[in-house]
C-alpha cells in the first residue's frame, strides 16, 4: 500500500494531536511498551527481564495452583512466550525511529502503540512494516479555535471535564448536593449522571458539566478543590 492509497480517519478536534501532529498510526505489536525506552541496549534488558519474570511465575503458578491477584492477570495476557522474533521486531521498530529525520511522538502502552507524525513517508515506512498489525490511520482535522467545542442549539457557555479523582464518601456527598442543587442550571454529562445514581466514588475523564458563568466553577472548587481537568468554550455548529 502506497502512501496515497492510505485511508485516514478525520478526527475533528480544536488542535492538532499533541498541538503539533496532522497524521497518526495505530497499531498491534507484542511487548510494545518495551520502547518507552528508545534504546537498543534498553529494549534487550527489558525483554531479558520479563522473560525472567515469566519463567520464574511460570514456576510458581505449577508449584501453587493459583496465582492471585494482578499477577495471574498478567501471566493470562502473556500465553505466549517472549521470542527471539519478538525481540528483533522491537528493535527493527526501534531502528527505524531512532534514524528518521522527520519529527514524532511515539505513544505505547501494553501491546498497542501510536506514532504521531506531519511526515507521511514515516508513515508510509510504519505501514510497510509487516509485523505491525491492525494498523489504523487518523488525521486530525482543526475546525474550530483551541478550547472550543462546537455543539447543535447549545444551552450553556462552558463545558469543564473532571479528572480521575478517588472521592471519599463525604466528597461525593458534598458534590451531589452541589449538583442537586444547581440542577436547574446546568446540565451533567450522561456518564456522570450514571455514576451520581451508583454507589461508586471514583471520578472519570469523560466526565462533564455544561453551564454558563465562572462564578459556577468557582464554586464547585470550593466544594470539590481540584475537580476539574479542562474547560472548554461552547460555541454553535455552523
Known sequence: MTNSNLKFKPI?????????????????????????DLRHDQIDLTMQRRQ?????????????????????????????????????DLHELAELLLTTTADYKLVVSVNQGHVYANDLNLIGQLNQLDFLTRKYYSQAQVNRPKNTIRLKNPRHQYRSYFKITKLTAGQKDQLLDFLHNQRDS?????????????????????????????????????????????????????
Do not use: C
Not at 53 to 82: C, F, M, P, V
Open 12 to 36: 475533528v478536534k480544536d488542535r492538532l494531536f499533541y498541538n503539533r501532529f496532522e497524521y497518526s498510526i495505530g497499531f498491534t505489536l507484542q511487548e510494545a511498551n518495551a520502547l518507552r
Open 52 to 88: 525472567e519474570w515469566i519463567e520464574i511465575a511460570h514456576q510458581r503458578w505449577h508449584k501453587t495452583g493459583t496465582i492471585l491477584g494482578r499477577q495471574h492477570n498478567i501471566i493470562s495476557r502473556r500465553r505466549t512466550e517472549i521470542t527471539d522474533k519478538t525481540t528483533k
Open 186 to 238: 446546568v446540565r451533567v454529562s450522561p456518564a456522570l449522571q450514571q455514576w451520581i445514581d451508583q454507589p461508586f466514588n471514583r471520578t472519570q475523564d469523560y466526565f462533564f458539566v455544561d453551564y454558563d458563568t465562572s462564578s459556577w466553577l468557582t464554586m464547585l472548587a470550593l466544594v470539590n478543590p481540584g475537580l476539574i481537568r479542562k474547560t472548554m468554550q461552547i460555541i454553535p455548529a455552523k
